[in-house]
């Protein structure tokens, strides 16, 4: 059966607006709702699949219930005025996606909705999702029609169908009607019975079933609410028949028209490069239509019967392994529904609906499975089954290609899988990568799994009080950035922002773009020497995208449970290193003391426990002592010195006694800078001196450790001759940016080529540790849980009682993760939260 996503258009605009803060292009065109909209849809497209697409919108006043009540929707609020310009804007970009957009003048997004919905129903035989904002739209679910409803901005969606609506409201479809009829709409000015609220109507509903009925017997009422409801009567009929969304629009359309297509590539580029969506244009912006073509091929699958069945799982057992492909694939949020899967047969694929019973087979042959993404498919899997299930992995395609070209956005198969992972196969025995798949990545899947499933605790009265004092310091600073200023203006608009820097202070202009001058961070940082409103910038931008990113984002993506269950993402970075999102926990800025204090509000899983912090001191120093061998370098972590110190005494000519705390904060910036190819400009503007004083650092740096330049020269010379570097572990990155004629891009490659093999062997590092750690805590039965990897700390939550023994195995597991010429060093701490956490001498 096909799918048709249906979205409600003017509501999800209006909810991307209010969600985001203002945004707008280098010109001033507001385009903080196109923003919102287009990722909701883009994640939308990727997790549900459809067959079909429409966007609904209003079209002119709604003469049908206007008719019927004048003041409907009378006291709603004006457009804001930069909000109404931006609706153009979602319908062109909707054009370039070649997404159906559907209007009628005279009727509303809703009732466009209804009637699509009724014709998929009845003469398509389509299931239909309507994705919205407005709780109208649950009187249209039945057997084929689920809503997607909005509850808080635009990332918080809960899924409602004929088999849950009863229990998560207690009326069935027809019943929300009613429920409108006697309760009303404030929102849409529907004003159902006056004294009547939701609480009373329900309870009315689930007595009586209907207002018919209830009218009917409204003798069995007695005092002031019988008095409410006859006084009402004609209101509650009225009011029902103003929420009732429309069936019978008379929309001409086919279903072809709604048929989902391969975007018009030429005039999206052209459409993002006007908005300025860097992101969004980064990831449509390579496509070649080679690659168009391929990737609308759709993998040969057809239903399979109970027999066919019967013969691929005996097939299985012959052959030791399960072929298993699942739609959908490559889901933003792995914890989805996955509605049918195929096994490989020798004609093609052949799908079958997920179901408990089909999941339990799959689970009781104990066969390893080849699959592409084993973490999303075993997902799906356990939301089937109702409990958490693993399928060992014989063969993870997501993961195979990865290691194959680790800096490539990787796609499901379009053809054969089993096909596909045969080739792959190959070709990471030919590089020496299988190790790394079978020992490293794909059982570090079953981990993450665990771990996501598991959660992390958050204290929301935490993150209001931080929300509030955030807002409070915002509130200071824009303050003080108007005073020196001289006036006020848009701090989120870079145009009247460059207005204010360039043309009014008259800092020098370092860079331009299409549409004036540029504010990037990188800009800003340069200029933040010349004036003291720079500094404030900088820093009410990292308060903004705290607020927004972290304490909004923390508090919508968090469970009634208080637990936030982040996705662990394995296949992303070209270094090796997890990334997690929804929320991203590796970007909480800890710099700053405010970002910090964020995770005051992580907590332990249960009272009378910890939560543990493992962290690998100064990791990615200790791999550039063991990959440079240079002697000075290695004897200071062999004999457990102060690297900074020892850096700066020799870079500085002072004895190590003599060293300052800012002489010592230099060498850090230049001891980690180096790993990072970090030039003389970049260490000036860090430590704010000149450039001529950070050459001379770098420069005494280098006498005092040459072996670090050598490292540095050989490394890049190796990289041009192979095109690739490796990590300890022999995973590869491929730098193609070393060949290139164009100076800036060849010395970015340069730097990479210098920077993967350090970052990605701390990559290998910490994956091994997290494995050896978690087989340890089985081995000695203790009831640690590993709960999050940030960079280079693990977090586990501890019953108290266990907080020392637990620190003792995890030290003793991750200080031999492997074996590199300097030793391995974890600081281990642990307290009642992740900020206030105390050293534990082990």
């Not at 979602?90 to 003048?105: F, H, Q, S, T």
């Not at 399979?304 to 013969?311: I, L, P, V």
């Not at 694929?349 to 498919?377: M, N, S």
């Not at 040459?706 to 050989?714: C, E, F, L, S, T």
């Amino acid at each position: 059966m096909k799918k048709l996503l249906l979205i409600d258009g003017n509501s999800l605009v209006h909810r991307a607006y209010w969600a985001l803060p203002p945004l707008t292009t280098g010109s001033g065109v507001p385009t903080n709702a196109v923003f919102g909209f287009l990722n909701m849809l883009l994640k939308l497209l990727e997790e549900e699949k459809p067959d079909l697409v429409a966007v609904a919108f209003d079209a002119g006043r709604p003469q049908y219930r206007l008719e019927l009540y004048p003041e409907y929707k009378g006291h709603r609020p004006k457009t804001p005025d930069d909000l109404r310009p931006q609706f153009p804007l979602v319908k062109e970009v909707l054009e370039a996606l070649r997404i159906a957009r559907c209007e009628l003048e005279g009727y509303e997004g809703d009732d466009i909705i209804g009637t699509l919905v009724e014709r998929a129903r009845t003469e398509g035989g389509i299931r239909s999702l309507i994705v919205t904002g407005d709780k109208d739209s649950l009187q249209l679910i039945d057997e084929q029609t689920e809503v997607l409803l909005c509850r808080k901005g635009i990332s918080d969606l809960e899924r409602y169908n004929f088999e849950n609506l009863t229990e998560k409201t207690g009326l069935q479809p027809a019943q929300m009607l009613d429920l409108k009829g006697l309760m009303g709409d404030s929102s849409d000015n529907i004003p159902g019975v006056p004294g009547v609220g939701e609480k009373t109507a329900l309870k009315l509903l689930q007595q009586y079933g209907s207002l018919e009925n209830l009218y009917q017997n409204i003798g069995e009422i007695a005092g002031k609410l019988k008095e409410k409801l006859l006084q009402g009567r004609e209101l509650a009929f009225m009011s029902r028949d103003l929420a009732r969304i429309r069936r019978d629009v008379p929309l001409a359309f086919s279903w072809e028209e709604l048929r989902r297509r391969q975007p018009d590539y030429p005039r999206l580029q052209e459409m993002l490069t006007k908005l300025e969506f860097k992101t969004l244009l980064k990831r449509f912006g390579d496509t070649t239509s080679a690659e168009i073509e391929v990737r609308a091929e759709e993998p040969a699958v057809v239903p399979g019967s109970e027999a066919d069945w019967q013969r691929l799982l005996a097939g299985a057992r012959e052959a030791g392994y399960l072929v298993v492909g699942y739609n959908p694939y490559g889901s933003g949020d792995a914890r989805f529904k996955i509605e049918e899967f195929w096994l490989a047969a020798e004609q093609g694929e052949l799908a079958f609906p997920l179901t408990r019973e089909r999941v339990q087979t799959l689970v009781g042959l104990g066969l390893p499975v080849i699959t592409y993404d084993v973490k999303t498919l075993n997902w799906g899997l356990s939301n089937a089954l109702g409990q958490a299930v693993w399928l060992n992995p014989a063969g993870d395609l997501l993961l195979a290609r990865y290691l194959l070209d680790p800096g490539k956005k990787q796609e499901p198969p379009a053809g054969s899988l089993l096909k596909a992972w045969e080739q792959a196969r190959e070709q990471l025995e030919a590089r020496d990568l299988t190790h790394l798949l079978t020992e490293v990545e794909q059982p570090l899947a079953e981990l993450l799994f665990r771990m996501e499933r598991t959660g992390i605790r958050v204290d929301a009265g935490e993150l209001e009080q931080m929300g509030q004092e955030l807002q409070a310091a915002i509130q200071r600073l824009t303050g003080e950035i108007y005073q020196l200023a001289g006036e006020e203006f848009n701090l989120n608009s870079p145009k009247q922002l460059g207005e204010i820097l360039f043309n009014k202070l008259g800092l020098p202009v370092l860079k331009k773009t299409k549409t004036g001058f540029s504010t990037s961070a990188e800009v800003l940082e340069e200029l933040a020497l010349h004036h003291p409103i720079v500094e404030k910038i900088l820093e009410y931008r990292q308060l903004a995208k705290l607020q927004s990113t972290y304490i909004a984002g923390l508090q919508q993506l968090l469970g009634a449970d208080g637990l936030i269950h982040t996705t662990f993402n394995q296949a992303v970075t070209a270094t090796g290193r997890l990334s997690s999102t929804e929320p991203n926990l590796q970007n909480i800025p800890v710099r700053l003391e405010l970002g910090r204090r964020i995770r005051k509000a992580f907590r332990p899983l249960e009272p009378g426990h910890k939560l543990l912090s493992a962290d690998y001191s100064q990791i990615e120093l200790r791999i550039l002592a063991h990959f440079s061998g240079d002697p000075e370098l290695v004897a200071a972590f062999r004999h457990g010195e102060d690297i900074h110190t020892k850096t700066a005494s020799q870079v500085f000519g002072v004895p190590r006694e003599a060293v300052t705390r800012e002489m010592r904060r230099a060498a850090k910036a230049v001891n980690f800078g180096i790993v990072y190819g970090l030039s003389d400009f970049g260490l000036a503007r860090d430590l704010k001196i000149s450039r001529t004083e950070a050459r001379a650092y770098i420069e005494s740096y280098f006498r005092q450790y040459p072996g670090v330049k050598d490292y540095i020269n050989q490394t890049i010379a190796r990289a041009k001759e192979q095109g690739y570097v490796t990590t300890l572990l022999g995973r590869r990155r491929y730098l193609p940016d070393l060949f290139s004629s164009n100076r800036n891009v060849r010395a970015f490659g340069e730097r990479t080529a210098v920077n993967t093999p350090i970052q990605g062997t701390a990559a290998d590092i910490m994956k091994v540790a997290m494995l050896k750690a978690d087989a340890a805590l089985k081995r000695t039965g203790l009831k640690a849980r590993m709960l999050l990897q940030v960079h280079d700390e693990l977090i586990f939550d501890v019953p108290a009682e266990e907080v020392r023994e637990v620190a003792r195995v995890l030290r003793e597991a991750m200080d031999t993760a492997v074996q590199l010429t300097v030793p391995l060093e974890v600081e281990v701490k642990a307290g009642d939260n992740w900020y206030d956490m105390s050293q534990l001498e082990v």
